[in-house]
C-alpha cells in the first residue's frame, strides 16, 4: 500500500487527535472517510444536488441526504394540516417528506362521543396533544411515488420531475 505523508499545522493538531479518538485509533481510516465523503458532498454540489437534512419521527433524529427540491406543497383537510417536501435524490429516486404539525384531541362523554354545545358541558372530557411528526419515504419511480400520496400533488410532481437536473447553456 502506498505511503502519504500528511503535514499537520500545530493548531490543527487537537482536531486530528480527536478524530482518532472517534475512529478507535485508527487516523487513517478517519481521514478516508472524510475525504471520501468531501468528494461526494462537492461532486454532487458541481451536478446541482445540495445537502438536505429533514427531522424524522416524533423526536429530533435527522436524516441527511443530497437532492433537488421539486415541490413545497401544503394542504389542510378536515382540520388535519400535512407539509410535503419533494425532492429528486442524486441516485434519480424521489424523496417526500411530509411533516404534521401537533394536533389537539378532545373527547367529550363517556364513550367520546358527545359533539356540538353538550361536549363543553359534560364531565366526561377528555384532551391532549399529539406530537407533531414526521416521515420520509423514499420512491424508486414516479409510479410508486403516485401510489402513495394525494393526488394533486402527484400531477405536480409529474410536471417537475420532467425538467432537466441541470440544464448547461451555450451563451
Same mark, same amino acid.
Given at each position: 500500500?502506498? *505511503?502519504? %505523508?500528511?503535514?499537520?499545522? &500545530?493548531?490543527?493538531?487537537?482536531?486530528?487527535?480527536?478524530?482518532? /479518538?472517534?475512529?478507535?485509533? *485508527?487516523?487513517?481510516?478517519?481521514?478516508?472517510?472524510?475525504?471520501?465523503?468531501?468528494?461526494? +458532498? /462537492?461532486?454532487? #454540489?458541481?451536478?446541482?444536488?445540495?445537502?438536505?437534512?429533514?427531522? +424524522?419521527?416524533?423526536?429530533?433524529?435527522?436524516?441527511?441526504?443530497?437532492?433537488?427540491?421539486?415541490? $413545497?406543497?401544503? #394542504?389542510? %383537510?378536515?382540520?388535519?394540516?400535512?407539509?410535503?417536501?419533494?425532492?429528486?435524490? #442524486?441516485?434519480?429516486?424521489?424523496?417526500?417528506?411530509?411533516?404534521?404539525?401537533?394536533?389537539?384531541?378532545?373527547?367529550?362523554?363517556? $364513550?367520546?362521543?358527545?359533539?356540538?354545545?353538550?361536549?363543553?358541558?359534560?364531565?366526561?372530557?377528555?384532551?391532549?396533544?399529539?406530537?407533531?411528526? *414526521?416521515?420520509?419515504?423514499?420512491? $424508486?419511480?414516479?409510479?410508486?411515488?403516485?401510489?402513495?400520496?394525494?393526488?394533486?400533488?402527484?400531477?405536480?410532481? &409529474?410536471?417537475?420531475?420532467?425538467?432537466? /437536473?441541470?440544464?448547461?447553456?451555450?451563451?
Amino acid at each position: 500500500m502506498p *505511503n502519504k %505523508t500528511i503535514y499537520v499545522s &500545530d493548531s490543527d493538531l487537537p482536531v486530528f487527535q480527536r478524530a482518532q /479518538e472517534l475512529t478507535g485509533g *485508527n487516523l487513517s481510516g478517519a481521514i478516508s472517510k472524510a475525504v471520501h465523503r468531501l468528494v461526494e +458532498v /462537492e461532486e454532487g #454540489r458541481a451536478e446541482g444536488y445540495e445537502e438536505i437534512t429533514v427531522r +424524522v419521527g416524533a423526536g429530533a433524529r435527522k436524516q441527511r441526504f443530497q437532492g433537488v427540491l421539486l415541490i $413545497d406543497w401544503h #394542504r389542510v %383537510t378536515g382540520g388535519d394540516e400535512e407539509h410535503y417536501r419533494v425532492y429528486r435524490t #442524486r441516485s434519480g429516486r424521489f424523496a417526500v417528506h411530509v411533516a404534521r404539525p401537533k394536533g389537539f384531541v378532545h373527547t367529550a362523554g363517556k $364513550d367520546g362521543r358527545l359533539t356540538g354545545w353538550r361536549k363543553h358541558v359534560s364531565a366526561d372530557q377528555q384532551w391532549g396533544e399529539t406530537p407533531a411528526t *414526521n416521515v420520509l419515504a423514499v420512491f $424508486d419511480d414516479l409510479e410508486e411515488l403516485r401510489a402513495a400520496v394525494p393526488a394533486e400533488l402527484a400531477a405536480l410532481v &409529474d410536471v417537475h420531475a420532467r425538467e432537466p /437536473e441541470v440544464e448547461d447553456l451555450d451563451i
